[in-house]
Nanobody, 128 residues
Framework: QVQLVESGGDSVEAGGSLRLACSAS????????MGWFRQAPGKEREWVTS???????YYVDSVQGRFTISRDNAKNTVYLQMTSLGPTDTATYYC??????????????????????WGQGTQVTVSF
């Protein structure tokens, strides 16, 4: 069973950047498709990006070109580099792990139900 802990959330001005980290324990992330979701107040949790065990990456259109997901299996950590942040990026960001080793399996998991393990979240607030 993998445990996930997010960090790096902060309050920033529009146009700024942040890097979130998701540290795993209990199991190696090398065996998991890793994803980031976010949830704004009053809204459903939405998928943002995923990275397969082989390093293939997938993004929701609204963050394509601004966010970059990466993984460091040696450190058992997944990162989310966010640039050109705007107020619509304000949300609690959650790291998640799905027990699939295929690109197809990872790419198909765009809903919360597709992920088996979750962190507690880290808050990102973007203001003008």
């Amino acid at each position: 069973q993998v445990q996930l802990v997010e960090s790096g959330g902060d309050s920033v001005e529009a146009g700024g950047s942040l890097r979130l980290a998701c540290s795993a324990s209990g199991s190696t992330i090398a065996d998991y498709c890793m994803g980031w979701f976010r949830q704004a107040p009053g809204k459903e949790r939405e998928w943002v990006t995923s990275i397969s065990t082989g390093g293939a990456t997938y993004y929701v259109d609204s963050v394509q070109g601004r966010f970059t997901i990466s993984r460091d299996n040696a450190k058992n950590t997944v990162y989310l580099q966010m640039t050109s942040l705007g107020p619509t990026d304000t949300a609690t960001y959650y790291c998640a792990a799905a027990a699939t080793r295929t690109n197809t399996g990872c790419r198909s998991r765009l809903q919360t139900a597709g992920f088996d393990h979750w962190g507690q979240g880290t808050q990102v607030t973007v203001s003008f």
